[in-house]
């Protein structure tokens, strides 16, 4: 079973900067495709981006590319959710999510294991 912990959300300005990262807690975190996913209040899940296994694949919404990026370091388990120009639209609960199929893509049904979530919250 993998578990994986979100940090690094917070409150911030608009235009304004943060990383959150997403740490799991198995080894063979190397072996696993990784999305990530935000939630908005009265709102579905929506996709943000995803990375490949071995991080030389990624994606992102199109509505985020410019401003967001995917990476990820195997070595300390961890894959990071760069966020720039932030907007109060981007507020949201951010999750990071497990996946064992190569790519999962921006199907939330393909990932099994997931995070508690991270709050941003982009003030205007």
């Known amino acids: 079973q993998v578990q994986l912990v979100e940090s690094g959300g917070g409150l911030v300005q608009a235009g304004g900067s943060l990383r959150l990262s997403c740490a799991a807690s198995?080894?063979?975190?190397?072996?696993?495709?990784i999305g990530w996913f935000r939630q908005a209040p009265g709102k579905e899940r929506e996709f943000v981006g995803v990375?490949?296994?071995?991080?030389?694949?990624?994606a992102l919404a199109d509505s985020l590319k410019g401003r967001f990026a995917i990476s990820r370091d195997n070595a300390k388990t961890t894959v990071y959710l760069e966020m720039h120009s932030l907007k109060p639209e981007d507020t949201a609960l951010y999750y990071c999510?497990?996946?064992?199929?190569?790519?999962?893509?921006?199907?939330?049904?393909?990932?099994?294991?997931w995070g508690q979530g991270t709050q941003v919250t982009g003030a205007s």
């Open positions: 999510a497990g996946s064992r199929t190569v790519w999962p893509g921006r199907d939330l049904h393909e990932y099994y294991y």
């Open positions: 198995e080894g063979t975190f190397s072996s696993i495709t």
């Open positions: 990375i490949s296994w071995i991080g030389t694949n990624t």
